[in-house]
């Protein structure tokens, strides 16, 4: 073999002395030969470890440090004074915090909760509530079922049960009044940001309970002797009885206690004004179809079949009918088709006039009875232009716009 194309043995360097061309390059790179690492370089495994362990390292420092920044953000946002008088360090208001943001027993997170048996399903919805919004919650509960049991007589008469609900009623509200007055001296009422009338629900709240209290102290400042304290009616010339409907809205105060509702409801709330766009859309659709079916259909609802020299309707249920053409003809012996019937459904459903016409098409939009309408129209007319103009109208107007809002919903 050649000088150029002579093999270099590994070996050779270690038998006569010397190194090879592979040792040298790895001694210029800063790795020596026996142990393979130098002080210039780390191999490949020592780099990964290093890495994925700060990488750890860090993985471990940052919940920690987002919990505290967590901490510091809700200590920072509630109001330095509640009242105009009562500080944070004030016993007072640290009892009210104390007692509304108590958080015991409920303290494991759900992620770390633990379902033994089906029957301990409570603390693992009831971990994210603290327990003073479940007392809440019960209450509001409780009230429902006591608003729903309740029967109203006529005249303001009542009864043995609805007077010892009326007396249960005073219990829900003081138990309604000590929360809102608890919530106020813990997070003040209305001047700082975080404060407790600030937020929407709070103050549905709080109108809830105003409204109740006004309405208690209205009924025994109206009161007159001899009458039954729970007195319907206008006594002392007051509507005391319209004050305390307010009370209905008593289950309403479940949104605020209840975060899942109150997404659901925003979430509505934020969609209106795409529906109010989509809202539009639709009338816009009804305006056309309706100047449409104005120019085709106008006065064809008002032909039926008659007795010949009589005015008695031939059908129990009329129908409308066609002098000539494809329409429904008269075929009963001594009857004839002719006009002055007032229409079908009352004479509600016709496109006499732009009004009739948007109604009419609307229900048909709705699909409640539209296809009465086209069968009632084809005996009127025929069956060209009434199953385009229908079917069209139906499959857009329904179909595709309609179906818009349940887009906008789901967006």
């Known amino acids: ?110 992620s770390s909760c633990r379902v033994v048996n089906p029957f301990q399903w409570f603390p693992l919805t009831a971990a994210a509530l603290r327990p003073f919004d479940i007392f809440i919650l019960l209450a509001i509960f ?5 608003l729903g049991v309740s029967i109203p007589f006529p005249e303001d008469d009542s009864n043995s049960t609805n007077h010892d609900l009326e007396q249960v009623e005073y219990v829900f509200l003081i138990i309604f009044t000590i929360e809102t007055f608890m919530k106020i001296l813990a997070y003040g009422l209305v001047m700082h940001p975080s404060s407790y009338i600030r937020n929407g629900w709070n103050l549905l709240d709080f109108v809830i309970v105003i409204v109740g209290l006004f309405s208690v102290v209205l009924e025994q400042v109206t009161h007159k002797p001899g009458e039954s304290p729970h007195m319907g009616g206008k006594p002392g010339g007051l509507d005391v009885k319209a004050l305390r409907a307010f009370r209905v809205l008593r289950p309403l105060r479940l949104v605020s206690g209840v975060p899942s509702l109150q997404i659901v409801l925003n979430s509505i709330m934020k969609a209106m004004v795409p529906l109010l766009h989509i809202s539009l859309l639709v009338l816009f659709v009804i305006i056309i179809y309706a100047i449409i079916g104005l120019e085709l259909f106008i ?7 008659f007795f010949i020299g009589t005015d008695i309707n031939v059908e129990d ?71 385009v103009y229908f079917v069209s109208l139906v499959v857009f107007g329904s179909f595709f716009v309609l179906n818009l809002v349940l887009g906008v919903l789901s967006g």
Not at 142 to 146: D, I, K, M, R, T
């Open 142 to 146: 409780a009230n429902c079922v006591a």
């Open 299 to 305: 006065g064809k609802m008002h032909k039926t079949c």
């Open 317 to 387: 249920d009329p129908a409308p009918c066609a002098f000539a053409g494809h329409g429904r003809q008269c075929l009963v012996n001594g009857s004839e088709c002719r006009g002055k019937w007032a229409g079908p459904n009352g004479g509600i459903t016709n496109f006499d006039n732009f009004f009739f016409a948007m109604l009419t098409v609307f229900q048909c939009i709705t699909m409640e009875g539209w296809t009465d309408v086209l069968y009632w129209m084809n005996d009127a007319m025929g069956y060209e232009l009434p199953w």
């Open 1 to 110: 073999m050649s000088g150029d194309a002579r093999e270099l043995d590994p070996s050779e360097g270690e038998e006569g002395g010397g190194r090879g061309p592979w040792q040298m390059s790895m001694e210029m790179n800063g790795v020596s030969g026996e142990g393979g690492k130098g002080p210039g370089m780390m191999n490949g495994t020592d780099t990964l470890n290093s890495t994925s362990s700060s990488a750890a390292a860090a993985h471990r420092k940052k919940p920690q440090y987002g919990k505290n920044k967590m901490q510091g953000s809700t200590a920072a946002n509630r109001a330095p004074r509640a009242l105009f008088c009562l500080r944070l360090n004030n016993p007072i208001r640290r009892a009210a915090l104390s007692i509304v943001e108590w958080k015991y027993p409920f303290t494991c997170k759900i």
